[in-house]
Every structure is written in C-alpha cells, then in structure tokens.
T-cell receptor, first 116, second 116 residues
Framework: DGGITQSPKYLFRKEGQNVTLSCEQNLNHDAMYWYRQDPGQGLRLIYYSQIVNDFQKGDIAEGYSVSREKKESFPLTVTSAQKNPTAFYLC???????????????FGPGTRLTVL | AQTVTQSQPEMSVQEAETVTLSCTYDTSESDYYLFWYKQPPSRQMILVIRQEAYKQQNATENRFSVNFQKAAKSFSLKISDSQLGDAAMYFCAYRRSRGGSEKLVFGKGTKLTVNP
C-alpha cells in the first residue's frame, strides 16, 4: 500500500540526548515536511524539502536538523539544543504545486516524543 | 504573514444533524488553497476537503461542503447528517499557490463532539 510511515509511534528521551525520528514515503512525492503539534495549537512547520539533497528551515527550526539523502526518506533529529522538545511530530509529503492538482499534503501517523 | 483563525475551540452536534465550523484567514495573496483536515483520536491528519481560491464554486465531498467567501476571507465547513465517526479535531489550513512546495498554515483547531 502507498503511504507515509513514521517510526517509532512513541519515543522517550532523556534530557541532553539527541534523537532521530523516521519518516518514509512510497508515494513517489518530491516534497516532504516536518510539523510539530503542541496541545491547543495547530501544526507548525519545522523543516521542508522540495528535492533530494535540499531542504529549508520552517518557522521553528531551532534545535532541529534534517537530511534528505533519498527521495523516500526525510529523518528529523531533535537535538539537545531544542529547549522544549516534548510534542507530537507529523511528517507529510506532496508533489510540488506546479503539477496539476497536486498541492495537497498527505500526513503520516505521527510520533509522540516525550523528554524525561 | 498569513494567519488562520478558528474561533470555536469546541462544538457539539447531535447525530444526523448538521454542524458548521468556522474559519477565517488573513492574506494579501490572490491565489491560494484552503483545506480542512480531520484529526481523530488516532492523531492521523486526514484531508477532508480542499478549495482553490480562483474557483467560485464551493467544494463538496459527500456529506462535507464548504462556504468559501473570498472577499470576507471566510472558509467554513458544513457537515451534514453527522455521524459518530465525525468526532475529531478539525483544522483549517491555508497554502499559497506560488512556487513549488509551500507550507501549510494551520488554525488552532475545533474539537467536534457528536452526541448519539
């Protein structure tokens, strides 16, 4: 089945540790995104990537890093520099909007990160 | 910067009845897309409906329809014949249409309860 997978579903981290969240898609989408969701708030963009080996910072990139070595994969690393990392993280993908009717972003099931 | 406002933190509806969720947005762009996403307790974000700003006709998807008022910058979602499975958080989102990949700007969401 085509779709977006995120792993793990739940992740616990001790303060001061880096942790990497996985996002994989088999939709052949060029663009991928990472969003953060906090209680009572909508999603906020962390990073996005339009093509392999290229990515741009979103609105809240501080304390996060990404890589895009393969079209299918866009892992997010939450570093110790992120002051308040406990949140729900959602990955999304899309075909760039210059393709007809392909402006829609599709989301994975998310990862809940808790810092102990 | 674009902003999206959902003024109803919570709404409730009786099963089989109709409910309307409100959304307003602020932008200086003339061409953009608007979306409603549903987030059930599983927390997966599911696309409900999308609207292109250049289209005057309101989008419909089965029991879901929108009232798009471009001049008023309003984009409400109407759910007809509400079902228990419609209970979820609903997020309104905006995306400008220029360029390739563009981020979604989300409202803070409306929690919909469906009473049997």
């Amino acid at each position: 089945d085509g779709g977006i997978t995120q792993s793990p579903k739940y992740l616990f981290r001790k303060e001061g540790q880096n942790v990497t969240l996985s996002c994989e898609q088999n939709l052949n989408h060029d663009a991928m995104y990472w969003y953060r969701q906090d209680p009572g708030q909508g999603l906020r963009l962390i990073y996005y990537s339009q093509i392999v080996n290229d990515f741009q910072k979103g609105d809240i990139a501080e304390g996060y890093s990404v890589s895009r070595e393969k079209k299918e994969s866009f892992p997010l690393t939450v570093t110790s520099a992120q002051k308040n990392p406990t949140a729900f993280y959602l990955c999304a993908s899309s075909i760039p909007s210059w393709a007809l009717n392909t402006d829609t972003q599709y989301f994975g099931p998310g990862t809940r990160l808790t810092v102990l | 910067a674009q902003t999206v406002t959902q003024s109803q933190p919570e709404m409730s509806v009786q099963e089989a009845e109709t409910v309307t969720l409100s959304c307003t947005y602020d932008t200086s762009e003339s061409d953009y897309y608007l979306f409603w996403y549903k987030q059930p307790p599983s927390r997966q974000m599911i696309l409900v409906i999308r609207q292109e700003a250049y289209k005057q006709q309101n989008a419909t998807e089965n029991r879901f329809s929108v009232n798009f008022q471009k001049a008023a910058k309003s984009f409400s979602l109407k759910i007809s014949d509400s079902q228990l499975g419609d209970a979820a958080m609903y997020f309104c989102a905006y995306r400008r249409s220029r360029g390739g990949s563009e981020k979604l700007v989300f409202g803070k969401g409306t929690k919909l309860t469906v009473n049997p």
